[in-house]
Structures are given as C-alpha cells and as structure tokens.
C-alpha cells in the first residue's frame, strides 16, 4: 500500500501544518470582509468583529500562497504550500 503525499503548508501566524494532498480543507474565495454581502456567509461564528465571505472546499494539493484558510483557530493567510 502506498503512502499518500503530504502538503506542507506555512501560515501568517508562523505555524506549519501537514496534510495529506487529498485532504478536503475550506478556502475563503472572495472576502474576508466585515461586512456582509449577497452569497457571503459570517466565518467567525462567535467572535468580534464579523467576518464574512464566501467559502469552497479543496483539496490540499491545490492550496497556493496568498489563499486564506480556515481552520479551528480561525482564518489564516498561507504564506507557503509545497508538496513535503
């Protein structure tokens, strides 16, 4: 059996995450911004200020520079995707 490849991934906040490349993560693809517009959805459910925008789902393997991603710490800017 072979092992998968592993996306390693540097966010804005300086931390690395590792993923496997067919790993389904979420992407915002227009915004963050605070105020809501039409198709946009609130990102941050309890916290302040509101953040809004519209999200998809990918695949690690497609993760690029200067893409936000959101995780369960938040929404991060990723400074750096490559395949480890």
Do not use: C
Not at 6 to 27: F, G, H, W
């Amino acid at each position: 059996m072979s092992k998968t490849p592993i996306m390693r991934v540097r966010l804005s906040d300086d931390t690395t995450l590792e993923l496997p490349e067919n790993e389904v993560v979420q992407v915002v693809t227009a915004g963050p911004g605070d105020k809501p517009q039409e198709g946009w959805q609130r990102l941050n459910a309890d916290k302040t200020p509101a953040l809004f925008g519209k999200v998809a789902k990918v695949r690690a393997a497609a993760l690029t520079q200067g893409q936000h991603l959101m995780t369960y710490r938040g929404i991060f800017l990723i400074e750096g995707a490559r395949r480890a």
